[in-house]
């Protein structure tokens, strides 16, 4: 049995600039389980179409439960093939991507089908279809739900990794993360209550130094 993901996602921006922020979408602060990338094959077909084969090493933490099954020493990096077909005349771009190591305990195969978004031509409309399956005997329904729930996880990165890359390459100032908002938010709390405490301090002291001079004055 396999759990099968179809989504579709906008992206507002046109198929030129996502395909030019496509190859430069990492690092950026949602991609930090990406830790390399590097392209092992690229051709132009006689009909001009651009082929590309990347690899790509991501970090894979299990499951607690998962880790149980598997020796300590195992690799906690995940190694994916994608293979990118780019069709320029039509604007569409298709990638295919699948892990080549912990294939027995998990295979994730996506397909992604970039073009012309058809209610406006200005947008990019991505289809995304994804296969999860594992042939772990016993377990391979909990670890394909697990799967499943971490694909979805990473859908929601890519796509703000890929809206904070082209803020970047128009020349916006990219939306701040939540990590940083809520590094800005904490440290404003902090600057909030010192203030809050500076302030009660003065006040104590000169409620105290009125107090002093009203019992002088009855002495």
């Not at 001009?48 to 020796?71: V, Y």
């Not at 739900?145 to 970047?168: C, D, H, P, Q, W």
Request: proline share 3%; charged share 25%; glycine share 2%.
């Amino acid at each position: 049995m396999v759990k099968y993901f179809l989504g579709q996602s906008v992206l507002r921006s046109s198929w030129d600039q996502v395909f030019a922020a496509f190859w430069q979408r990492y690092p950026n602060p949602y991609s930090k389980h990406v830790l390399t990338e590097d392209i092992v094959h690229r051709e132009v077909t006689p009909d001009q179409k651009l082929l590309s084969r990347r690899l790509l090493t991501k970090t894979n933490r299990m499951p607690r439960w998962a880790e149980r099954l598997f020796p300590a020493n195992v690799a906690h990096s995940v190694y994916i093939l994608e293979d990118s077909i780019v069709d320029p005349q039509n604007q569409t771009m298709t990638t295919f991507t699948w892990n080549i190591n912990h294939a027995r305990l998990m295979v994730v195969e996506e397909r992604c089908v970039y073009c012309v978004n058809s209610d406006n031509n200005s947008w990019t409309e991505i289809r995304r279809e994804a296969w999860v399956s594992s042939s772990l005997f016993g377990v391979s329904r909990a670890v394909q739900e697990f799967g499943l729930a971490r694909f979805k996880s990473n859908v929601t990165k890519t796509m703000k990794g890929f809206e904070y890359i082209l803020a970047k390459l128009q020349g916006e100032t990219p939306s701040k993360t939540l990590v940083e908002t809520a590094k800005e938010a904490k440290e404003k709390a902090k600057e909030t209550a010192l203030a809050a405490t500076e302030k009660a301090k003065d006040l104590a002291n000169k409620a105290a130094t009125k107090q002093q001079q009203q019992q002088q004055q009855f002495v």
